[in-house]
């Protein structure tokens, strides 16, 4: 799949924003931050969601803008650690081209936080919400992605086996400190990776990225290898150097 910034262009009309790229298309209510990237299928009553953001406290949303392949948006929190958080919602990240087979579904988020207070420990998480089934860890160890037994010290992520016979990849960068866990039950595997373990200083800004991708469905214990090779190109991506 090579991105294509003219067909993957978001669009946004009030809190809504809606991205006609590959299937399934993405939307995204600014209002419902936690929910993300709402995938609708026919046969479920609840959405699917990926890519949310739990900012851990209430918050306000104070500028969000479209910008080519981008959607980005901006909050501050209305009590509790004073940090601002800038999402940023991509749909053709440059490093995907070439990395990804026909059919897979690519979405990245790049997260940065900041505060005016001499210090502030931020409490934000990157959640997914989907209907599945099986759930294994992944790290990147040794040559690649792995799969990693639930004790690992470490994980960088899970692939889930989807609703739908597919198989979905939730992956932080190796290089971004995080704490990853799931949990699965009633049908619904919920995964959350709390971003920032450490306090953020005045002055100096933090960030963070994470992926969700959709490709064909894992045999048992496995990890398949479009999720080998959005992985690896993920891991080689240079970081991000303005919002």
Same mark, same amino acid.
């Given at each position: 799949?090579?991105?294509?910034? !003219?067909?993957?262009?978001?669009?946004?009309?009030?809190? #809504?924003?809606?991205? +006609?790229? %590959?299937?399934? =298309?993405?939307? #995204? $209510?600014?209002?419902?931050?936690?929910?993300?990237?709402?995938?609708?299928?026919?046969?479920?009553?609840?959405?699917?969601?990926?890519?949310?953001? $739990?900012?851990?406290?209430?918050?306000?949303?104070?500028?969000?803008?479209?910008?080519? /392949?981008?959607?980005?948006?901006?909050?501050?929190? $209305?009590?509790? =650690?004073?940090?601002?958080?800038?999402?940023?919602?991509?749909?053709?990240?440059?490093?995907?081209?070439?990395?990804? =087979?026909?059919? /897979?579904?690519?979405?990245? *988020?790049?997260?940065?936080?900041?505060? /005016?207070?001499?210090?502030? %420990?931020?409490?934000? /998480?990157?959640?997914?919400?989907?209907?599945?089934?099986?759930?294994?860890?992944?790290?990147?160890?040794?040559?690649?992605?792995? *799969?990693?037994?639930? !004790? *690992? +010290?470490?994980?960088?992520?899970? #692939?889930?086996?989807?609703?739908?016979?597919?198989?979905?990849?939730?992956?932080?960068?190796?290089?971004?400190?995080?704490?990853?866990?799931?949990?699965?039950? &009633?049908?619904?595997?919920? #995964?959350?990776?709390?971003?920032?373990?450490?306090?953020?200083?005045?002055?100096?800004?933090?960030?963070?990225?994470?992926?969700?991708?959709?490709? !064909?469905?894992?045999?048992?214990?496995?990890?398949?290898?479009? *999720?080998? &090779?959005? +992985?690896?190109?993920?891991?080689?991506?240079?970081?991000?150097?303005?919002?």
């Amino acid at each position: 799949m090579t991105p294509n910034p !003219s067909r993957a262009a978001w669009s946004l009309a009030g809190a #809504i924003a809606t991205c +006609a790229a %590959e299937s399934p =298309p993405s939307a #995204i $209510d600014l209002g419902r931050l936690r929910q993300g990237i709402a995938l609708h299928h026919p046969d479920l009553r609840e959405p699917d969601g990926l890519l949310g953001l $739990d900012l851990g406290s209430p918050s306000h949303r104070v500028d969000a803008w479209c910008r080519g /392949a981008d959607l980005v948006a901006v909050y501050d929190t $209305d009590d509790g =650690p004073r940090v601002r958080t800038t999402a940023m919602w991509r749909a053709a990240p440059a490093w995907l081209a070439g990395a990804a =087979p026909r059919g /897979a579904w690519c979405r990245e *988020a790049v997260v940065s936080a900041q505060t /005016a207070l001499l210090e502030a %420990e931020p409490r934000i /998480a990157v959640v997914a919400d989907v209907a599945g089934g099986a759930v294994r860890q992944v790290a990147f160890l040794g040559a690649g992605l792995r *799969a990693v037994a639930v !004790s *690992a +010290a470490r994980p960088h992520g899970c #692939i889930v086996n989807w609703s739908d016979g597919r198989g979905l990849l939730f992956l932080v960068h190796p290089g971004d400190a995080a704490d990853v866990g799931f949990e699965a039950a &009633g049908g619904r595997v919920r #995964i959350a990776a709390r971003l920032f373990p450490a306090a953020v200083e005045k002055g100096v800004l933090v960030r963070s990225r994470v992926v969700a991708a959709v490709g !064909s469905a894992p045999g048992p214990g496995e990890v398949p290898a479009w *999720a080998e &090779g959005i +992985a690896a190109a993920f891991a080689a991506s240079p970081p991000v150097l303005t919002t």
